[in-house]
């Protein structure tokens, strides 16, 4: 089985930062696609960021110049960098991944982690 362990979230005042983390673990033969997702208070999940394996990144434009998404791909972990955090950036943050468990595997399969919440308040 696989799992993805968030960490890095809590309470922030407007304009601060936090850093969150998600290492994945169990069957992993290779990981594609790692990203961020997150759901606002009474709204539906909406993507924040995503990082290919070779590093290539997209970025929703509410977030854009504010976030950056990085992954290790010896540790297996995503990160996302939130710098100059709103009130609206207030959710609970889901890390995603692609992950093909096995070399004999045909296709990848889509791992969530638990969340983590972000709350931006004075």
């Known amino acids: 089985q696989v799992q993805l362990v968030e960490s890095g979230g809590g309470l922030v005042q407007p304009g601060g930062s936090l850093r969150l983390s998600c290492a994945a673990s169990g069957s992993i033969f290779s990981i594609n696609t790692m990203g961020w997702y997150r759901q606002p208070p009474g709204k539906q999940r909406e993507l924040v960021a995503t990082v290919t394996s070779g590093g290539s990144t997209t970025y929703a434009d509410c977030v854009k110049g504010r976030f950056t998404i990085s992954r290790d791909n010896t540790k297996n972990t995503v990160y996302l960098q939130m710098n100059t955090l709103k009130p609206e950036d207030t959710a609970v943050y889901y890390c995603?991944?692609?992950?093909?468990?096995?070399?004999?595997?045909?296709?990848?399969?889509?791992?969530w982690g638990q969340g983590t919440q972000v709350t931006v308040s004075i």
């Open positions: 995603n991944a692609r992950i093909r468990p096995s070399m004999w595997s045909t296709r990848d399969y889509t791992y």
